[in-house]
């Protein structure tokens, strides 16, 4: 007997230390990841001044998550707070108390929103540059000067604080940061320009993609916490809902929040998309016809 529980007593103390030899090891690697240093030079681009540059660039700023994740004012909001994934929140973007340093360039903000490298060279933890990286150099110098328009606020910034579910999904590649992603050195901002077409809802749509997927067949969103919805299918295929939509659905959905039957979306998918324009809205529903229709999380 006594020797059973000895047996049973060094099985436990192995297990126990190898938990604590996987936490170590999985807290030595995310950080590793998340305090990694991108070396990028970026051109500097040619700000605007017009008022009409500035209601673009905040337009953009409205329809493509900044406000989302930085607040209305820019001077930050706390996108998750869970247990699991951490307490992350959108940096201050002003030049308040607690914002963005006099010295941050207009250099430094590309790198940031095309490359998702900060000023400092880490990779930028859930800000989604991916979606934001061929930006066409207008839309990216109206997006700045539209920035840096708006009037200093104080408040104190918080630097991300991921959580152990987040760190071993980071260890893992199911999480991965833009600066992992992004070609750096191949980048080439895009060509187009706003009109009711594919190519421009292409251009558009490129903000659906950190949620539904780079095939739009949605499913589960990686970066966000347990409790969100899988996003949709936004491709024809028969597993989703829109092959059975018309382009006014498609406008009410985004528009209003419900679906033709009335049911609501769930607030994950962001409210802020109402505010894209009709061009907007037209370009995306005649790009989302031309998409390979495929069965629902297949990304
Ligand atoms: C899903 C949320 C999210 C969205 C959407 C988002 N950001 Fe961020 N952003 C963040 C977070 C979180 C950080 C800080 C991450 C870190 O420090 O690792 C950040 C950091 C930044 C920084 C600071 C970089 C530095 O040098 O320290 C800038 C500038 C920025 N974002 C601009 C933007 C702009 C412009 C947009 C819209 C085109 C945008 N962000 C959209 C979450 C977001
Ligand atoms: C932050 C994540 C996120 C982003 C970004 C996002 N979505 Fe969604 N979307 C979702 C989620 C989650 C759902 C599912 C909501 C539900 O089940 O109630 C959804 C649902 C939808 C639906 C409803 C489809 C259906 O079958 O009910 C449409 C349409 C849609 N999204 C379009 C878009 C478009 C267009 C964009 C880009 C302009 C976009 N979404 C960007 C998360 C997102």
Redesign the pocket.
Request: net charge negative.
């Given at each position: 007997m006594r020797n059973f529980f000895k047996i049973v007593l060094r099985v436990l103390v192995g297990l126990v230390a190898l938990i604590a030899v996987l936490v170590v090891f999985v807290y030595w690697r995310s950080s590793a990841r998340l305090h990694r240093i991108y070396q990028v030079t970026v051109p500097s681009p040619a700000l605007p001044a017009d008022v009409a540059a500035l209601e673009r660039g905040h337009h953009?700023?409205a329809t493509?998550?900044?406000l989302?994740?930085?607040g209305t004012d820019l001077g930050g909001a706390k996108?998750i707070d869970d247990p699991a994934m951490g307490l992350?929140?959108?940096?201050n973007?002003t030049h308040g108390r607690g914002g963005l340093p006099p010295n941050y360039s207009d250099q430094?903000?590309v790198r940031?929103?095309r490359h998702g490298v900060?000023?400092d060279g880490?990779g930028?933890?859930?800000?989604?540059s991916d979606d934001?990286k061929e930006f066409t150099e207008s839309d990216m110098a109206d997006?700045i000067a539209f920035?840096k328009s708006v009037p200093p606020v104080d408040r104190e910034s918080v630097?991300?604080r991921v959580g152990p579910v987040a760190r071993v999904l980071l260890v893992a590649g199911k999480i991965k940061l833009a600066a992992d992603v992004i070609d750096h050195a191949g980048l080439k901002p895009s060509v187009v320009r706003p009109g009711a077409t594919v190519a421009y809802g292409r251009y558009v749509a490129a903000s659906c993609t950190g949620c539904h997927g780079a095939n739009f067949s949605g499913g589960k969103i990686d970066a966000g916490p347990p409790n969100w919805p899988p996003a949709a299918n936004l491709t024809p295929h028969p597993s989703g809902r829109l092959a059975r939509w018309t382009e006014s659905d498609f406008f009410a959905a985004i528009r209003t929040g419900r679906r033709p039957d009335g049911t609501p979306l769930d607030p994950v998918m962001p409210r802020a998309f109402a505010q894209l324009n009709d061009t907007e809205l037209k370009a995306i529903w005649a790009f989302l016809q031309t998409l390979p229709s495929v069965p629902t999380s297949t990304r």
């Open positions: 953009l700023a493509r998550g900044c989302d994740c930085h996108v992350i929140f959108g940096p973007l430094d903000f940031a929103v900060a000023a880490h930028l933890f859930l800000m989604p934001y997006l920035v630097a991300p």
